[in-house]
C-alpha cells in the first residue's frame, strides 16, 4: 500500500478556490497517510506540464477538458522554455 498520494488539482476560471481542508479529506477518505497535493493554477509551466502529462483525471468537468488542460500545459512550457533557459544562464552567470 502507497505511503503518499500526489494529486494535482486544476480549476476552472471563476470557479471557487481549493478548499484548505481538502488534503487532508482526501488523505482520509483514500484511508492513507499523507496527500501531495499541488495546485496547479498556481504551479508555473513546468509544473504543470509534469503533473498533468502521463497523469490520470479523476473528475472533469467537460468531455475532453483534461486533455486541453494537458495540451495547454505543454505548449506554455515549449513556448516559455527559451526565456527559462536565458534566466537560468543569466543567474549562472
Known sequence: MPRDLDVGV???VGHAA?????GVALA???EIG??????L??????IRERALV???????SEPAAFANAQM????????TDPMRRLNLDLMAG
Open 10 to 12: 486544476l480549476t476552472e
Open 72 to 79: 495547454a500545459a505543454i505548449a506554455e512550457r515549449v513556448e
Open 34 to 39: 499523507e496527500v501531495d497535493l499541488v495546485h
Open 18 to 22: 481549493l478548499h484548505p481542508g481538502f
Open 54 to 60: 502521463g497523469a490520470v483525471a479523476l473528475y472533469e
Open 28 to 30: 482520509d477518505l483514500a
Open 41 to 46: 493554477d498556481r504551479g508555473g509551466p513546468v
